[in-house]
């Protein structure tokens, strides 16, 4: 009864929603377009967060929360009667909606399906599409935290330079350019033997966010570059964040998008996200119940994923 009371008296991880374009997919749709934010709260004290790495370290409010905003687009049936209360939440897969063109408009109108998609990856740069702004975590001493991050390309044409970033996503920090543990190696294919380029050869190039070669990097090479970053991200509430934007939908009356029952779709990494997100337990809210009552994990392979560790990309 206590365990009850105490669910039931926890704060919503979902603080606000704020909505601040609406109208029409397109004329004569039958979906209604919704895009705005979604402002979350996250105790690093509950069980239900206990997974979320370096969580206990992000700086919290005045509240004891760990406040993060996430990119919000929605599609819903215009006619409420239409509606059948399921949501179809695709995770974004780098800040990208593919579950239209997947589908087809008519297939998800004719079901009545509410199509949601929330931010939850914190290196989409911004104005890439739908991203996630979480804190950086340091030592309790305000001093930086560094460690070693892995960045490879498979180069099919010479190349000036290799962006850290996968695809001009935002990569972490360099701590400091001359490190010695900052090493680049190629090799010619995955089972040959890895060649450490000396460091004379290569560098950063000034913004921190790519390498560069005098004469370019080789096609046909693989290149591998591990170096000392700082200031990791709290990857791992993009999890959360996935969770309690379903769990909101379907327990809160003033969501403007209500649900009775759930489905999440990822395809290629974002079907490995849903693999990692229920082997770490995320798929159960606070009042225990189930987020999603279902899953539709497409062209993913049979792995997870760096969705949840420290300097995880």
């Not at 919503?12 to 004329?27: C, F, K, N, P, Y």
């Not at 897969?93 to 589908?103: D, E, P, S």
């Not at 996968?166 to 190629?186: F, K």
């Amino acid at each position: 009864m206590l365990l009850a009371l105490l669910l039931l008296l926890a704060p919503q991880a979902v603080e606000r929603v704020e909505i601040t374009s609406r109208g029409l997919l397109h004329e004569g749709s039958a979906f209604e377009r919704l895009e705005g934010s979604l402002y979350f709260a996250f105790d690093p004290r509950a069980a239900e967060n206990a997974a979320v790495g370096d969580l206990a370290l992000a700086p919290r409010a005045a509240d004891g929360r760990v406040h993060c905003r996430a990119d919000l687009y929605v599609l819903q049936p215009v006619d409420p009667a239409t509606r059948s209360g399921t949501v179809l939440l695709e995770v974004s897969n780098r800040g990208g909606r593919a579950a239209v063109n997947y589908f087809g408009e008519e297939f998800l109108a004719a079901r009545g399906l509410t199509v949601v998609w929330v931010g939850w990856q914190a290196d989409v740069p911004q104005g890439g599409g739908l991203r996630l702004d979480v804190p950086t975590v340091r030592n309790a001493d305000g001093s930086a935290i560094t460690g070693l991050v892995r960045c490879d390309w498979t180069v099919d044409e010479t190349a000036a330079t290799l962006g850290l970033g996968h695809r001009g996503h935002i990569p972490y920090a360099i701590a400091n350019a001359a490190d010695p543990l900052n090493r680049l190696t190629l090799r010619s294919g995955r089972l040959e033997p890895r060649q450490e380029m000396p460091r004379t050869e290569w560098s950063f190039t000034g913004d921190g966010r790519s390498i560069t070669r005098a004469g370019g990097f080789d096609a046909g090479r693989i290149y591998e570059l591990v170096y000392r970053a700082e200031d990791p991200l709290v990857i791992g509430l993009g999890l959360a964040v996935v969770r309690e934007t379903m769990h909101w939908i379907k327990t809160d009356e003033k969501c403007p998008f209500p649900g009775q029952r759930g489905v999440a779709l990822g395809i290629s990494q974002t079907g490995r996200f849903l693999r990692h997100f229920l082997w770490q337990g995320f798929n159960r809210a606070a009042d225990g119940s189930a987020a999603f009552d279902g899953m539709l994990i497409h062209t993913a392979g049979a792995g997870r994923g760096s969705f949840n560790h420290r300097f995880a990309q």
